[in-house]
């Protein structure tokens, strides 16, 4: 039978076994030395952070203009022309098209604009409905154009909270 002090003691003397080792891997002095060549710059230091830098500054300048709609004829720049203006068949074409490439249902959706989208949808829809009986019917020209500036109208207010919607899916 082996007791407590039977282990304690066995381990004792393995670490007695051992070999002292009291030396010192450097001396004060060496460690200075060592200490001053590791602080020193190298000598591509300043000129290569200026470099780095620059660089930096040009990726974040490209992505800033071509964010701004220099790069796609449906971004933020051409939503806020047709926010500025009333809505015309030439702007509604382009919101349709830019809510065509954008996926049926996103990945997140926030309840407040997830309901105004359908509402939005659910109007143009009715709207749509309106100017096929409109039309079947050879209802006054009158009739029919306001039918279409509001769904030209519709979409575009569609298409603007859409955008607001991908963008807030962008944010963290």
């Known amino acids: ?71 796609n004829a449906a971004a933020p720049a051409r939503l806020a022309v047709t926010a500025a203006r009333p809505a015309d068949q030439e702007d509604a074409g382009a919101a349709e098209r830019w809510l065509a490439s954008l996926p049926r249902e996103p990945a997140i959706v926030r309840v407040g604009t997830r309901a105004d989208v359908l509402r939005l949808e659910d109007r143009i829809a009715q709207v749509d409905d309106l100017l096929t009986a409109g039309r079947a019917n050879q209802a006054q020209p009158a009739h029919l154009v306001a039918l279409q500036r509001e769904r030209a109208q519709l979409v575009t207010a569609l298409a603007r909270v859409r955008y607001a919607e991908t963008l807030g899916n962008e944010l963290p």
């Not at 007695?16 to 190298?42: I, K, N, T």
């Not at 591509?44 to 964010?67: F, H, M, R, S, Y």
Request: glycine share 6%; hydrophobic share 55%.
């Open 1 to 71: 039978m082996h007791t407590e002090s039977d282990a304690n003691e066995a381990v004792g003397r393995a670490l007695r076994a051992l070999p002292a080792d009291d030396a010192q891997p450097c001396s004060w002095l060496e460690f200075q030395r060592r200490q001053a060549q590791a602080v020193r710059p190298s000598p591509l230091g300043t000129p290569a952070i200026a470099a780095a830098a620059l660089a930096v500054i040009a990726v974040a300048l490209l992505a800033v203009w071509a964010w701004l709609g220099h790069g």
